[in-house]
């Protein structure tokens, strides 16, 4: 067979592919699923009652949460560059506009890095939860830049005790949610998706590059996972 020929059926069936499967192509689907794995495990071990979800976004967790609070409220900046229909209050981190012993829950996925003032965000979210209230929230560790210019934080395990035992939080569980190969093997996908442009992008290597350097990286750090290596924690406390 002309190898052009050949050429041309590979793009079109990885064409298929990518559009059947789009979200195993992704190129963030590696940490998008341990980190959604993980949160849906402890929300229903831990959360209950009323939730406040801070720096909401578009609300990407309102489906898994339904059967397991009573009610998901949330909250974000009133500038946010995501989509506002499912923001249910405009606040910050700093100033959730309610008062004190509001809610039972709380969820913070990937935010704490974007705030200037990390440890006022923890003492507004200490004061809206009830005595017993249980927070959820995952930080990145080793990551690249992202949301530039406004990310100003990573945090070991050390640094997350630290600033939650300061407030008052009682931490119940902290969970490395990698080690070295998940971390670097998405990293490198980040890095390999630069250069998907022009001949390259419309050959579609990339994302089959991409597809495979995620799985055989879930499959390694499965048998290899040294926490200092971690991209994320998660981190779960209660108030006191």
């Known amino acids: 067979m002309n190898i052009y020929i050949k050429i041309l059926l590979f793009i079109i069936c990885m064409k298929i592919l990518t559009y059947f499967f789009r979200n195993q192509f992704k190129k963030n689907w590696l940490v998008y699923n341990i980190h959604d794995k993980y949160l849906c495990e402890s929300a229903k071990k831990y959360l209950r009652g009323s ?13 898994m949460l339904k ?25 910050t981190a700093y100033e959730i506009p309610v008062k004190d012993n509001s ?4 969820i913070c996925t990937a935010v704490l890095e974007h705030l200037e003032e990390p440890e006022l965000a923890l003492k507004e979210c200490y ?22 210019p406004r990310d100003f934080y990573r945090f070991s395990k050390y640094g997350l005790r630290y600033l939650f035992n300061k407030v008052g939080f009682e931490i119940l569980e902290i969970k490395a ?64």
């Open 177 to 240: 949610l990698s080690g070295f190969w998940v971390t670097f093997g998405q990293l490198f996908v980040y890095k390999i998706y630069g250069y998907n442009k022009g001949i390259i992008k419309i050959t579609q290597i990339i994302p089959l590059l991409g597809f495979i350097i995620q799985r055989v990286s879930y499959i390694l750090d499965k048998l290899e996972k040294k926490e200092k290596w971690t991209w994320m924690y998660k981190i779960i406390v209660k108030k006191k």
């Open 51 to 63: 939730l406040i979800d801070i720096g909401c976004g578009e609300k990407q967790y309102k489906k």
């Open 127 to 148: 004061r809206v939860l009830n005595k017993g209230g249980v927070a959820i929230y995952t930080v990145p560790f080793i990551w690249h830049v992202h949301e530039a």
């Open 67 to 91: 059967k397991i609070v009573d009610s998901h409220v949330g909250l974000d900046h009133i500038e946010t560059f995501h989509d506002k229909t499912n923001i249910d209050l405009f606040g």
């Open 103 to 106: 809610f039972d829950s709380a």
